[in-house]
């Protein structure tokens, strides 16, 4: 069956370092694949989205990359902030399936 | 413009009831989709409605239920309430239909079932 899976539930780095977070999928090929921010007691944020066809795509200091040959997305955050402490969440369509989660703490 | 609105925002109910949130999409977007949000299971899906049509369904038993009305406002119900129901409901309004559509989340119905 189709799956998603984020590297891991949390993730700990010191303020001003990169934080890269993983999203792996198996047994489908997703057209497009999109990550969301989640803060405590409130509703996903939309960040970014990446076709298939795209290797790499960036936002301010927001980049993800694509690669279908290992089925995989990165999603960097580069001169992380303490602000930036949060739950991330991927999702790959063409289905609706998000990842569980990890849960970034950017340390000051 | 407003964002996504939910209401209720907290629910108690017990065991055997049955219950209905309501979700208010952003003016304009025709496409409603329904999450249920445990610390378990993360964010999964339950259901899509574009334009009063369902168009996409999770894998929920079919006690969950939804429609969609003509001003695109969702509801969702379920009935015979167990106490594995419980947790955060997210409502998510796009646009268009189909995940590749970036979804704006309201603040979800956190649901307690007793």
């Known amino acids: 069956s189709q799956k998603i899976e984020q590297n891991s539930e949390a993730l700990n780095i010191q303020e001003g370092k990169t934080a890269t977070l993983t999203c792996n999928y198996t047994n489908y090929s997703p057209a497009y694949l999109q990550w969301y921010r989640q803060d405590p007691g409130r509703g996903p944020v939309f960040l970014l989205l990446?076709?298939?066809?795209?290797k790499e795509k960036r936002k301010e200091r927001l980049k993800v990359t694509f690669d279908t040959t290992l089925k995989q997305s990165l999603f960097h955050i580069t001169a992380s902030q303490p602000a930036d402490s949060a739950t991330y969440l991927c999702v790959a369509g063409n289905q609706f399936y998000f990842g569980t989660g990890t849960s970034l703490t950017v340390i000051p | 413009k407003a964002g996504v609105t939910q209401t209720p925002r907290y629910l108690i109910k017990t065991r055997g009831q049955q219950v209905t949130l309501s979700c208010s999409p952003i003016?304009?977007?025709?496409?409603v989709s329904w999450y249920q949000q445990t610390p378990g299971q993360g964010l999964q899906f339950l259901f899509e409605y574009f334009s009063e049509t369902q168009r996409n369904k999770g894998n929920f038993p079919g006690r969950f239920s939804g429609r969609q009305f003509s001003n695109s406002r969702s509801e969702m119900n379920v009935s015979t309430l167990e106490l594995g129901d419980s947790a955060l409901y997210l409502c998510a309004s796009s646009l268009l239909a189909g995940v590749d559509n970036e979804q704006f989340f309201g603040p979800g119905t956190r649901l307690t079932v007793l």
């Open positions: 003016s304009g977007h025709r496409s």
């Open positions: 990446i076709r298939e066809n795209e």
